[in-house]
Every structure is written in structure tokens, then in C-alpha cells.
Nanobody, 116 residues
Framework: EVQLVESGGGLVQAGGSLRLSCAAS????????IAWFRQAPGKEREGVASISSAGGSTNYANSVKGRFTISRDNTKNTVYLQMNSLKPEDTAVYYC?????????WGKGTLVTVSS
């Protein structure tokens, strides 16, 4: 069974940092790209960052470029999202995502709240 389990969310003041983790299981982790999405209250889910299977290629939403860094450790089946210089508008539930064939897989999310 494919599982993606996020952790590391919490309450932080504006300007602070958090590191999210996504622990994966049930599939060949090193063969698959992984992405982080987020959904703020009352808004649609949006892509934040993605990383290729070997970690050599990353992409970021314009809103987080220069502040967030996605990385992965294929020996631990884990993807990370280092979030620095957090802003109140980064407040959202953050989800880990991958796809295998035509099937999409999502974690249950971790809540990040940034206070002003």
C-alpha cells in the first residue's frame, strides 16, 4: 500500500523557519518524482515545489522561490521541504504528492500556521 506521511508542521512567527518531512512507503521511492502542494483556507490547492526521482531537478512556485528548498534522501525514502522567511500567506495545509502510472497519491497533510 502506497503511503505518504507528512510531518513537521506547526505554528511559527513570520520570518521563521520550518522543515517538513514526507515519509514514503509501499512503492519504489527512488523511481518517482515527488511534489509538495498546499491549500490555504478558502483557496484551491496549489503546487509549491517538486523534485525529480534522483533529486537532480527541482521546481518551485514563484511565490516560494528563494525561500523554500525541496530535497530528498532516497536512502530514507523521505522528501523534505525547508521553509525559510515564512510569511503569513504561507499558512496552509501542506501535502506530499506522487503519481504511479495514472494513479495519484496524496498524504493527509500537515498544518503550517505563520503568525504576523
Amino acid at each position: 500500500e502506497v503511503q505518504l506521511v507528512e510531518s513537521g508542521g506547526g505554528l511559527v512567527q513570520a520570518g521563521g523557519s520550518l522543515r517538513l518531512s514526507c515519509a514514503a512507503s509501499g512503492f519504489t521511492f527512488e523511481d518517482h518524482d515527488i511534489a509538495w502542494f498546499r491549500q490555504a483556507p478558502g483557496k484551491e490547492r496549489e503546487g509549491v515545489a517538486s523534485i525529480s526521482s534522483a533529486g537532480g531537478s527541482t521546481n518551485y512556485a514563484n511565490s516560494v522561490k528563494g525561500r523554500f528548498t525541496i530535497s530528498r534522501d532516497n536512502t530514507k525514502n523521505t522528501v523534505y521541504l525547508q521553509m525559510n522567511s515564512l510569511k503569513p500567506e504561507d499558512t496552509a495545509v501542506y501535502y506530499c504528492y506522487t503519481w504511479i502510472g495514472r494513479v495519484n497519491y496524496w498524504g493527509k497533510g500537515t498544518l503550517v500556521t505563520v503568525s504576523s
